[in-house]
């Protein structure tokens, strides 16, 4: 029994009240494994840690069902197993640098946060992060994790090479530059076809970023020139809470080039360029956030909006996000803008960003660049929850697809049918894994039917 319906259960019985004063005296009920965001509870306490590759080897070998767990940061319940889980935290490889190949292999579990110092030392750099480097790379390459940017695709599509422990105990190693038809099956895995237990990520010459804000650009200018403020920098967000046809910020970050940059003059469309540091979310502290107002740094300090070592957007919080076609943007966006008196009251924040087409199979961007509708809401998962078909329907001609970490209440044949190459990711994963070792409810119903 978990912990909500546990008090759910006292509080029929009368027990809530025990247990208040319980906790009046200083005695709380142990806290139970759960995600990030703390909005799910997973079904088991059961979690091996490996310390060595051999030990994750033995776990996989002689254990009936388990998931991976990564950072915990997904929002719904795609990493919940009710079995077993294997963390692959306590493994600590240095990260191996092929300065000639231009490639980093590292330690599954890592995070970007401790990869990107790292590589930033030895002159090299990622293409892009998400909004914050806190997360796995294993956990955001298996979802389709995105920064922005309309060149930029995925943080998966920059994976050259993984190393996947499967079902039986046996080591498959998938490369981009050896071929192979299932690479780019495996790269975006929703964690289905077992361990990642090493990935090489494509790295670049080390470079700088600035980043700028403005405030309150008319939502008019977005239906006007969505494509311009998009390709002004490397990396363009939009943030609005959609009241008052208001994009509350946008934020641009630009590479320093020395060639064509940004040009931040006072006003971009209507916007005004702040004046001091600014949280997406304005009422909050900037001191979360990545410098701002111009001032050059290095790249992983810049792409993602929050600092590592701080705690990322709201903390109590849901989040939802869906993938439409970049041709369809405009339509999209304003679809959504007709649902803000709904809307506005359970959010905190909205964010829309662009990212480029991609060839892996499972990606929400697979085969088309793609603007992402993102949701950062309120903790009410009911009143979300009420909210997210009307959201689905409205967004369903533009065939939306949902990030594979985030909530949704899509009906699985639907979700299924947005996806052309499914059948062979589930013919991948049933040769991988045929007992189905890695799955678990969230992928039994959204991707195996069964
Ligand atoms: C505050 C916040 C901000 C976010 N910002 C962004 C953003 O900017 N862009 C974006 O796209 N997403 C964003 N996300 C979502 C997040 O990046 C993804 O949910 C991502 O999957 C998190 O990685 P994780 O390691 O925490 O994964 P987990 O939640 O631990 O696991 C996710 C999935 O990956 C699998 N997995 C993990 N490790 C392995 C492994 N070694 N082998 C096989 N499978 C594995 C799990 O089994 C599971 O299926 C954000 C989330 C939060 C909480």
Known sequence: MNKRTFLQLGAAAGLESWLRRLAAWGVTMPERLH????????????LYAAKTFEEAREYVKKTEKLKVLGTRHCFNTIADSKVAFLSLTEMHDDPVLDAEARTVTVDANMTYGKLAPWLEAKGFALHNLASLPHISVAGAISTGTHGSGEKNGSLATVVRGLQLLTAGGEVVEFSREKGGPFFHGAVVGLGALGAVTKVTLEVQPTYQVRQWVYQNMP??????????????????????????????????????????????????????????????IASLSAENCTEQMGVPGPWYERLPHFKM????????????????PRKAAVEAI????????KISPHLLITEIRTIAADQLWMSPAYQQDAVTIHFTWQ??????????????RVLAPFGARPHWGKLFTMAPAELRARYQKLPEFVGLARKLDPQGKFRNEFLNANIFAD
């Open 379 to 392: 903790q009410d998962w009911p009143a979300v929850k009420a909210l997210l078909p009307e959201i689905e």
């Open 35 to 46: 995600n990030w965001a703390g909005n799910i509870e997973y079904s088991t306490e059961n």
């Open 334 to 341: 304003f679809a959504v803008e007709r649902l803000h008196e």
């Open 219 to 280: 939502l008019e200018a977005v239906r006007a020139h969505f494509n311009e403020i998009q390709a002004s920098g490397y990396s363009v967000s939009l943030f609005t809470d959609w009241r008052n046809k208001n994009v509350n910020e946008v934020w641009i970050k630009d590479r320093v080039s020395g060639g064509k940059e940004f040009a931040a003059n006072p006003e971009l469309f209507g916007g005004k360029l702040a004046t001091k540091n600014l949280h997406p």
């Open 309 to 324: 070592g701080f705690m990322p957007s709201a903390g109590k919080e849901l989040q939802s996000e869906f993938f439409v």
